[in-house]
């Protein structure tokens, strides 16, 4: 896997995509921070982490909040602490 600059990829994309085709996957960076990936359309979604207190409602794909684990989790912290832990994903 490599990573390359935005100006980089847009500047030699048709390469990039050509060495997505043969099975390598491309990591574009912005401001040294990676916002997007080249790959193959045969490679597997990589796995995304679900926190235990969220779940996937099936039709939508969106997440909801199991009541009985976020209900315990608000006995035991602030407010702010809540919302400052929800957004970490813990």
């Given at each position: ?21 043969a ?27 679900i ?12 997440f ?27």
């Open positions: 896997m490599q990573a390359v600059g935005l100006f980089d990829a847009k500047t030699h994309f048709s390469q990039y995509v050509a060495r997505a085709e099975g390598e996957e491309i990591i574009i960076m912005r401001h040294n921070k990676a916002v997007a990936k080249i790959v193959p359309l045969t490679a597997k979604p990589s796995a995304v982490v926190p235990k207190y969220v779940q996937r409602v099936f039709h939508t794909g969106d909801l909040v199991d009541v009985s684990q976020a209900t315990q989790l608000a006995g035991q912290l602030e407010d702010e602490e809540i919302i400052a832990k929800m957004r970490r994903g813990a």
